[in-house]
């Protein structure tokens, strides 16, 4: 009998009625582990000597998870899957994580990510790249691209991620899961290695929009360490999905969503665009009122830049601290400067090396006004707009990325100019800090892909009860990948 393709409600229940103990779920989830770094390349670390732990009346007690490798956490290996931090190993945790321990959850393993969290593809951590479980010729789109295929292969219930632009929530599209970021700041962030620290959220992938509830309740709490974090104790998120969403009103953009907004679109566009009007039918049969908006092309069209902007300009701050002297391998040179220069030459990937020329271009004082705080301005005219979407609806609603899971072969971390706004609208949940959840919306071309419900802030409680009500009529609950070739 195999439990880590079952929801946490399920193992947890199989738990407590001594079905199964956590050291035989420990033992299944390690063996899954390693089956699916054979197929999939998805873990940096696997903990082969992970213990059990007492079960108790904690949903997440004795069960298994993973952690993205950007999650600091002591005594084991955590390198941002970049080979500046190859032999790092903490000497303390992040406080989700410890809140996760607490509970009684047990880590088996680190999953891989795109260096840093810079990239979507899975394609540029320092193991190599990460394939899609239901198509391994497939990316599985990143960052957090080991968490997504171990969680769709079923190695377990839930592993945590980052998301700076859609980082959690393109990967569970891609994988035919469920990906969650709450508010900014619900989740503590200390310990998260930092990307683009105003942007940056944690969360986690699941199969089921309760399961992300239910780990998100055990991460998230106020903590000294973060000054954005904030008190949320009297948010019970699982407690209070009961899927009554009658009278709630969504609406979704028809710049993004009209298939005659692309006049080259090919038949895999037009079918993931189809899927999405069938769902928006679905919210209706549940008693939702789904309206259409319109918004300004040129507004839509600078989302992309307004994120490379700003999230390369944080990173090139907050990644100054690689040196090579505190933290990472040590490289050849006779002076200090040399050194330095030889660990992050040798270190950083190309398309790191990318993001920092042009973060620091944007920062030179002569640039900084009309590129940095330009962007700034743009960013708060993208929030102010969805903000007066939020007065009008609950949340909004639309489809992720432009269709399935993308192949590998030729893939570049490069725009297609026609959708592009579709790939990167997920960016608009981390310029505003919003409750964000993609939920697997059907099949294109026999693979998985994404619908997204995003909300205004501190409201998680409507976005993951319309997610809940959704789930619940569309059939890809706790859905497992099947390989497909
Ligand atoms: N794909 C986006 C990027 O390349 C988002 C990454 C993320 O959310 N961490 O930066």
């Not at 004082?365 to 009309?370: C, H, M, Q, S, Y």
């Not at 992720?400 to 608009?428: F, Y």
Request: hydrophobic share 35%; aromatic share 8%.
């Amino acid at each position: 009998m195999s439990y880590m393709n079952k929801t946490i409600e399920e193992i947890h229940e199989a738990l407590v009625n001594g079905k199964v103990t956590s050291k035989d779920l420990i033992k299944e989830s390690l063996e899954m582990s390693h089956k699916v770094q054979k197929e999939c390349n998805a873990f940096v670390t696997i903990m082969d000597d992970a213990k059990e732990t007492k079960v108790t009346d904690e949903l997440l007690s004795g069960i298994p998870y993973g952690i993205k490798d950007n999650y600091s956490t002591k005594g084991i290996l955590s390198t941002g899957s970049s080979n500046t931090l190859k032999d790092y190993v903490p000497f303390f945790t992040a406080t989700s994580i410890d809140n996760l321990s607490k509970k009684g959850a047990v880590a088996v393993n680190k999953t891989v990510l795109d260096e840093f969290g810079m990239g979507g593809t899975g394609t540029t951590g320092h193991t190599g790249v990460v394939t899609n479980p239901w198509d391994h010729s497939r990316m599985c789109a990143g960052s957090s691209a080991g968490s997504a295929a171990a969680v769709a292969a079923g190695v377990y219930p839930y592993a945590t991620g980052s998301d700076t632009g859609d980082s959690i929530r393109k990967p569970a599209a891609y994988c035919g899961i469920v990906g969650y970021k709450p508010t900014y700041g619900m989740i503590s962030r200390y310990g998260l290695f930092p990307f683009a620290s105003s942007l940056d959220h944690c969360g986690v992938l699941t199969r089921s929009v309760k399961d992300a509830a239910i780990v998100v309740d055990g991460m998230k709490g106020i903590d000294k360490n973060d000054m954005t974090s904030w008190d949320s104790a009297d948010m019970h998120l699982y407690e209070s999905i009961d899927g009554n969403v009658k009278g709630k009103k969504l609406c979704y953009i028809k710049e993004l969503c009209d298939i005659n907004m692309y006049p080259n679109a090919d038949d895999e566009l037009k079918s993931h665009l189809e899927n999405f009007m069938k769902t928006c039918e679905k919210c209706r049969e549940l008693g939702m009122e789904v309206c259409e908006e319109s918004i300004d092309m040129t507004l839509l069209s600078a989302i992309p830049s307004v994120y490379v902007v700003i999230s390369c300009a944080e990173a090139t701050s907050n990644m100054s601290n690689l040196t090579g002297f505190i933290f990472g391998p040590r490289a050849e040179g006779d002076k200090w400067d040399v050194e330095m220069k030889n660990y992050r030459t040798k270190g950083f990937s190309p398309l790191i090396k990318r993001r920092f020329v042009i973060g620091s271009y944007v920062l030179q004082a002569e640039n900084k006004d009309r590129y940095f705080h330009n962007a700034q301005r743009v960013r708060r005219l993208v929030v102010d707009k969805w903000n007066e979407l939020f007065e009008k609806y609950d949340a909004v609603i639309l489809p992720v990325g432009s269709g399935p899971a993308k192949k590998l072969e030729g893939s570049k971390d490069a725009l297609d100019k026609n959708t592009a706004i579709l790939e990167d609208h997920l960016q608009i949940g981390n310029f505003g800090g919003f409750p964000s959840i993609t939920i697997p919306n059907g099949f294109v071309s026999k693979l998985p892909v994404g619908v997204n419900i995003t909300g205004k802030c501190f409201n998680d409680i409507d976005v993951l009860n319309i997610a809940y009500a959704l789930e619940s009529i569309m059939g890809y609950k706790n859905q497992i990948a099947k390989e497909v070739k």
